[in-house]
């Protein structure tokens, strides 16, 4: 008599999220390995390499300086530091999500050749950026050099305000990556939204000064995540003040429920990726 055999039954998304957490914890070697070879990988062929992470918002800092207070005459005082605490953490940001999209794809030859967790690339595309952007706080140390009347011991909660942002890019660069396995149109069609998003975020311009008013975009603007992380990198950057603690708590606690579906997701569509790549 032939045993009965039963069903499959496919792990629930908690049971999924939790494997992806275990994932990233348990290879933290792979991932160290992983994160120094897109460091070796990143600008390698440029003649200054990681220090393009200082040059490239310093140039970008003085574009919006030349369009923001000559061409449209806007006064704000020490404007160059008060656009600059938008300029390098976004940069962080949107380099980062771009690197985490394509981490699948760009890596299908190891994916071929070894199993192991493919959500540990992403994981490691994230925080070699970050490990870029610490690189790119020589650049706010430059500024500083002109404004040392804004320098306060605040600015040392940058990392603190770093650490939400890391949550939330990871949550979004995971669903990204998985997203992009099977739509090749998503990273082409970031790079866009992304250049929208910098525009609808308060960068060039204050929270406050946006929301105010009729705005018709001012629920948009309170509902994005980069209103609280923006106007708590100027706080302790350019007001010498602390940060929105209460708007960093928010986004923190949502990113890391985004986080745990992202992971979800991410495990229920991982067998798929040998076929598809």
């Known amino acids: 008599m032939a045993a009965s055999s039963r069903p499959l039954t496919r792990p629930g998304p908690i049971a999924l999220s939790i494997q992806g957490f275990r994932d990233i914890a348990g290879r933290q070697r792979l991932i160290r390995y992983l994160v120094g070879a897109d460091l070796k990988r990143t600008h390698a062929d440029t003649a200054f390499g990681q220090l393009w992470w200082i040059f490239d918002p310093l140039l970008q800092m003085a574009v919006y300086v030349i369009l923001v207070q000559v061409i449209f005459k806007r006064s704000t005082p020490d404007y160059p530091l008060f656009i600059f605490a938008a300029i390098l953490p976004w940069k962080w940001f949107s380099t980062t999500l771009n690197d985490a999209t394509t981490s699948v794809v760009n890596r299908q030859a ?31 140390g430059i500024v500083y050099l002109f404004y040392l009347g804004r320098l306060s011991p605040w600015v040392l909660l940058i990392p603190v305000i770093g650490v939400v942002q890391y949550v939330f890019t990871l949550a979004l660069g995971v669903l990204l990556a998985g997203v992009n396995t099977f739509y090749r149109d998503v990273q082409n069609v970031l790079r866009h939204i992304l250049r929208l998003w910098f525009y609808l975020s308060p960068a060039l311009y204050s929270l406050p000064e946006a929301t105010s008013g009729g705005n018709p975009l001012r629920h948009l603007l309170v509902l994005n995540p980069f209103g609280p992380l923006f106007e708590s990198y100027r706080a302790v950057i350019y007001s010498k003040s602390a940060p929105d603690w209460s708007g960093l708590l928010v986004v923190l606690i949502v990113s890391l429920v985004f986080l745990a579906v992202s992971l979800a997701f991410f495990k229920r569509v991982e067998p798929a990726f040998a076929r598809i790549l």
């Open 110 to 140: 190891l994916i071929r050749q070894v199993q192991f967790p493919k959500v540990v690339l992403p994981v490691a595309a994230i925080t070699a950026g970050t490990m870029s952007f610490l690189i790119g706080l020589i650049a706010l």
